[in-house]
């Protein structure tokens, strides 16, 4: 059952208990990435991410990573567009401790001067390794295409420029801004006691921070075009539609729709690009959804030389799709693939604790199980065909990481179907 506690000073703690683990997992969410940036600090919230990890003003990093590692648990962080979560999973008679580390760390950092410059040195390094992954690049590239200059758009992780140029002051003022109590959600899943909880709220629920709101306006799909040369042995190839944002009244419509198009073995998009052609390795479709907007991506990684004809397969299969929906098998394979994935993810107390973070944030409200499946088996043919009219009848964003020097001839953002 989950359980939502708000705190005097707005800070909110939601939990979900398993008595039948062992384990917990805790995460400390902040409301807060790259979407929040400018052009000037681009990159700092996940650069912050990796200096909580750097020291507090009772533990070294060493000191962290080890506390962990001696009771057979794990801490980690990541960030996205939106959040950035900061978390840890340990067996139940350690919950007291992985709560007293992350709350020094949330507290207490220190962004010692050394550390920093270092750190600056590690993310660079990051930066470079995505630059050498081109699968990857061209995932960031398309959020650019879409949503081009606003910052939706934006890497999560930054630029060397700007990266060299952030000081511990923009760190803290940064802080000031934006880990504020109400932009703040503890979250907790597994088996756990309620003196737990009482220690959560004795370290959170008494902090305040003025902060000042971040106005971020709606984004526009931007429909752009980037090519990124790169000696490569592939092309690869990302396109992108309007999607729709977190909540969306059709959202399980589309992500069904998605499911079909590219989510599986068996899906349009893998069987007609590799099992039927033989074109490409790796090909598939995902959704996107933000607060404010949403996209549909297909990504492809093939030879230069058969980019063209790939791009007319998928082209065929949205067209397909588009004017004569689809069957009543798909339909209920579709279900069944997302039912059987959300109830395999609640086996793990640590998909549990992220799911209740990104609701909390981005949604506010938390669904039961029921009420889920019952949105899920609600379903219909209609509404996918519906969705799959809405996103695929409007002008696309394209990416390429390739050796080609230009978009093939038939590659154009016009409206495809």
């Known amino acids: ?16 208990k398993i008595p039948t683990v062992r ?32 020291g507090t003003t009772s533990r070294s990093a060493k000191e962290i990573a080890e506390s962990f590692d001696e009771i057979g648990g794990n801490v980690n962080a990541f960030t996205s567009k939106e959040y950035t979560c900061y978390y840890a999973r340990v067996l139940d008679q350690h919950a007291d401790l992985a ?153 399980y419509s589309l992500i069904i729709l998605n499911n079909i198009l590219g989510g599986s073995m068996s899906s349009r998009l893998f069987q007609e690009v590799r099992e039927e052609r033989g074109l490409a390795y790796s090909v598939y479709s995902y959704h996107s959804s933000y607060k404010e907007a949403g996209t549909f991506n297909i990504y492809t990684g093939t030879a230069p030389e058969h980019a063209s004809q790939v791009f007319d397969i998928v082209t065929q299969v949205l067209h397909d799709v588009t004017n ?22 609640l086996e793990s107390t640590n998909s549990r604790m992220n799911r209740l973070g990104k609701n909390e944030l981005l949604l506010g409200h938390h669904l039961t199980l029921d009420e889920i499946t019952a949105r899920i088996d609600d379903v219909t043919n209609e509404s996918v065909h519906r969705v799959a009219q809405s996103i695929f009848k409007n002008q696309l964003a394209l990416s390429m990481v390739s050796p080609l020097e230009a978009f093939p001839a038939n590659m154009k953002t016009d409206v495809l179907v």
């Open 1 to 16: 059952m989950i359980q939502r506690y708000t705190c005097p000073n707005g800070l909110r703690i939601v939990t979900e």
């Open 23 to 54: 384990s917990v997992a805790l995460g400390v969410w902040v409301g807060t990435g790259s979407k929040f940036e400018n052009d000037r600090i681009n990159g700092i919230s996940h650069f912050l991410e990796h200096m909580f990890f750097k």
């Open 99 to 251: 709560l007293d580390i992350l709350s020094d760390m949330y507290f207490n950092s220190t962004f010692d001067s050394d550390e920093l410059e270092k750190e600056k040195n590690v993310v660079i390094e990051e930066i470079s390794m995505y630059q050498d992954t081109p699968d990857d690049l061209v995932h960031d590239l398309i959020a650019e295409a879409s949503y081009g200059n606003h910052p939706l758009g934006y890497t999560i992780l930054g630029t060397e420029e700007v990266l060299r140029s952030l000081t511990r002051q923009d760190l803290l003022t940064y802080i000031d801004q934006r880990y504020l109590p109400s932009n703040t959600v503890i979250t907790v899943a597994g088996n756990f006691d309620e003196a737990l909880i009482e220690a959560i709220k004795q370290k959170f629920s008494t902090y305040t921070r003025a902060g000042q709101p971040v106005e971020v306006g709606k984004p526009e799909f931007a429909g752009k075009t980037i090519l990124h040369h790169k000696a490569t042995e592939q092309a690869h190839l990302c396109m992108a539609f309007p999607g729709f944002q977190v909540g969306h009244k059709d959202i």
């Open 324 to 345: 004569n929906g689809i069957t009543p098998r798909e339909l209920n394979k579709g279900k069944e693939q997302l039912k059987g994935s959300l109830m395999l993810s």
